[in-house]
Structure formats: structure tokens, C-alpha cells
């Protein structure tokens, strides 16, 4: 799936939802990076105990939640219930976990892009991938185009879907094979372009901090789109945009704007 589309989407993202500024994977997160003019965002997509995908990050809910225990022994409606802010700061006590389908709503009424990671609890890899597909591929049914899932025919207003399990990726492509995907890697393995055919990957996410130019090179020469997580120094941010990296992710969206690519 290689090819030499230029990317396609804004290249700052604000990490999962609004950075470090609300609780993670949150409406709150997602109001707060628009304020901020943010227009991309990057959230995590689970799956409770019903097939109603979620916006949260861990498979256990102790972190981020007043619940305890596993997310899959929850309903959609019981997370709903709970409170995903008030670990963050007094001021948003009371957020709930949102449906993936509400996050997903808000993007659509604000011109917001979507990063979707597909984050499935172990051993729900499968029936997470082809439920977070859906879902988004029923909110933008619209724009989701005909002809394939390949880089040329990405829509710019299409959600990207991206996870480190390539299980979850493959379920997703055959829930909607017409969604781009991105497989999503902490260390970049040598044999990483053998992984991106198999999967049909358009763009390869890694952290930045493993990440070294010549990589970086290799992988825009190869064709694909590269993205950066999570990148909190504007420093490093300007460096990685001059190795070619396409875009990043960043918690700091109090340091680092949405227009800090395209900035001098
Ligand atoms: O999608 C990029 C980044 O969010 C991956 O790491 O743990 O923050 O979901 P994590
Ligand atoms: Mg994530």
C-alpha cells in the first residue's frame, strides 16, 4: 500500500483529546483542543461489555475512573454514568466516558479530524477492530469513498484508524475495508514494511523517541505517511518535521499550536 499522496489531514493533533489540559478521552478533552483551534485529535477507542465502543485508554478503569476493575465487565451505559474527570482536576468532576459514536459526533459538527486508535482490551482485539470500524464508518458513511481504502482515495474529512494490534487492524478491514489504517509501534522493527503490506497500512505511527533520521527517510522514501507520538517539546517537534516526519501528536497543545507545522 505504498504510495506518494502528500498527507492528506493537519499535522498537529491534540493527544487524546485535549492533552495534558482535561481528562484524557473526554467531550470535555475534545471542547477544550477546539478552543485551543485544534481541528485533529487523537483518542482512544475500547470496547465494554456490550459492543458499544467507549473513548478510554486503559483496560482497567482504576486510572481514569471513579469505577474499578476491568472494562469489559462494564456496559457502555455504566461508564456513562461514572465520573472519567474528576481524577483530572476538580473543574471536571462529573465527565462521563463518552461513546465512541458522541466523540465522533462532536468531530463532525466542529470540522474536527479523528485519529481513532483502535485500543482493544487483551483478548478483545477482533471484536474491537471490526466495532470501532463500524461505528466510524457509520458516522462519516457520506464521505467514505467507493473505490478502496488506499491513500489515493483517502476523503480528508475520513477518521484515520490506527493500533498497535494488527489483529484489530485486519478485523477492521473486514468490517469496512474501506477505511485507511495505520499500524501504531513503539520501536520500528527492521522488517516493518513486510508488517505494512500485510496489513494495508497507508501510515506507520511510532514514538518519537525511538525514532532515528534515517528511519524516518527510509519510510517516506518507501512511500508512506509517518506520524509521531507524543511529541511535548516544540524542540524536538521542529526536528522531527524537518526528518519529513507528516505529523505528530502532542499532550502540550498549551506549548505547541495547531498551526506549529507551518510556522517558520
Ligand atoms: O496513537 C498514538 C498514541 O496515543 C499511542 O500511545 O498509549 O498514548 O495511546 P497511547
Ligand atoms: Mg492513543
Excluded at 4 to 28: I, K, S, Y
Excluded at 85 to 110: I, K, M
Excluded at 150 to 164: I, M, Q, W
Aim: hydrophobic share 45%; aromatic share 8%.
Amino acid at each position: 500500500m505504498s504510495h506518494f499522496q502528500p498527507w492528506p489531514w493537519p499535522r498537529v493533533l491534540a493527544h487524546r483529546g485535549g492533552g495534558t489540559l482535561a481528562p484524557e478521552n473526554t467531550l470535555a478533552a475534545l471542547r477544550v483542543g477546539l478552543a485551543r483551534g485544534f481541528h485533529a485529535v487523537e483518542f482512544d477507542a475500547m470496547l465494554p461489555l456490550d459492543d458499544v465502543p467507549v473513548l478510554l485508554h486503559d483496560a482497567t478503569l482504576g486510572r481514569t475512573t471513579s469505577l474499578r476493575g476491568d472494562v469489559t465487565a462494564r456496559s457502555a451505559a455504566e461508564l456513562a454514568a461514572c465520573d472519567a474527570g474528576g481524577w483530572h482536576s476538580v473543574d471536571y468532576a462529573g465527565e462521563p466516558v463518552p461513546l465512541l459514536t458522541q466523540a465522533l459526533d462532536f468531530c463532525r459538527n466542529n470540522a474536527i479530524w479523528p485519529n481513532v486508535e483502535i485500543k482493544p482490551a487483551p483478548g478483545h482485539e477482533v471484536r474491537t477492530g471490526s466495532a470501532v470500524a463500524r461505528a466510524v464508518a457509520d458516522a462519516y458513511v457520506d464521505f467514505v469513498r467507493t473505490g478502496g481504502d488506499g491513500a489515493e482515495n483517502v476523503d480528508p474529512r475520513v477518521p484515520l484508524l490506527s493500533s498497535f494490534a494488527p489483529t484489530s487492524l485486519q478485523a477492521a478491514h473486514s468490517a469496512v475495508p474501506k477505511l485507511p489504517r495505520a499500524w501504531l509501534v513503539d520501536r520500528i522493527p527492521t522488517d516493518w514494511e513486510r508488517t505494512m503490506l500485510q496489513l494495508g497500512a497507508v501510515s506507520l505511527h511510532t514514538n518519537h523517541r525511538h525514532l532515528t533520521k534515517p528511519r524516518a527517510i527510509e519510510i517516506k522514501q518507501a512511500g508512506y505517511w509517518l506520524l509521531c507520538y507524543t511529541v511535548n517539546d516544540p524542540q524536538r517537534a521542529r526536528a522531527l518535521l524537518h526528518w519529513g516526519v507528516d505529523a505528530f501528536c502532542t499532550d502540550r497543545i498549551d506549548l505547541i499550536g495547531p498551526d506549529f507545522a507551518s510556522a517558520g
